[in-house]
């Protein structure tokens, strides 16, 4: 419990999934009604880092610490290729013909 509390703090930090944090490791079962009621807002998600620092084991300098680090995310496979990559597949697969013109629309003209 403790470390699935401290990835999310790390890693993902939505309000969905710190509501359903609460929901499956809470005792308080206020908390779970007030937070499946009302919807996402600053001071929600605030009352839910709260309730996840407690569960952890968190002093709230730890739960400080983890929030001013940025969100580690992986990079897709994409991104994560050298960048020389990715312009080299751009630059082959541009046309080597020019665009055909595009015929202009005829103007309807309407019947008196």
Request: hydrophobic letters at 35%.
């Amino acid at each position: 419990m403790k470390e699935e509390i401290k990835n999310y703090f790390t890693t993902d930090r939505s309000h969905a999934l710190g509501v359903a944090l609460v929901i499956k490791h809470s005792n308080r079962l206020s908390l779970k009604k007030q937070v499946n009621i009302h919807p996402q807002s600053e001071y929600m998600t605030g009352i839910i880092h709260e309730e996840l620092r407690e569960l952890a084991g968190l002093s709230r300098d730890e739960l400080y610490e983890l929030l001013q680090k940025p969100i580690s995310k992986p990079l897709p496979e994409s991104i994560a290729q050298a960048p020389e990559v990715v312009i080299a597949e751009a630059i082959s697969t541009v046309p080597e013909s020019p665009v055909e013109d595009i015929p202009a629309e005829k103007k309807v003209r309407r019947k008196k």
